[in-house]
C-alpha cells in the first residue's frame, strides 16, 4: 500500500498480506494516527473497492464522520 500526503509529499509504504479492504482500513487507521486524519481520501483502484474500505474504517472507527 502506498500513501502518500499530496501537500509535503511525504510517502509511506506498507506491504500488505492481502489485498482485502479490512487491511487496508487498519492500516490507515495507522496512518491517521500517526498524521492525524484527512480531508480528502484518494484510490486508485474501482469505486467499489474505495466504498468498501470507507464501510471497514466506519465499523472500526466508530466515531469517524464523513461528511460529503
Known amino acids: 500500500m502506498v500513501y502518500q500526503d499530496h501537500l509535503t ?3 509511506k ?3 500488505l498480506k492481502t489485498k ?3 487491511e487496508v482500513a487498519k492500516y490507515l487507521i ?3 494516527r500517526i ?3 484527512l480531508v480528502i481520501l484518494q484510490s486508485n483502484n ?3 473497492f474505495g466504498n468498501q474500505i ?3 474504517l466506519k465499523e472500526m472507527w466508530d466515531t469517524l ?3 460529503h
Open 9 to 11: 509529499e511525504f510517502v
Open 35 to 37: 498524521f492525524g486524519t
Open 30 to 32: 495507522d496512518i491517521f
Open 65 to 67: 464522520k464523513i461528511v
Open 20 to 22: 482485502r479492504t479490512e
Open 13 to 15: 509504504l506498507r506491504a
Open 54 to 56: 470507507i464501510d471497514d
Open 46 to 48: 474501482d469505486r467499489e
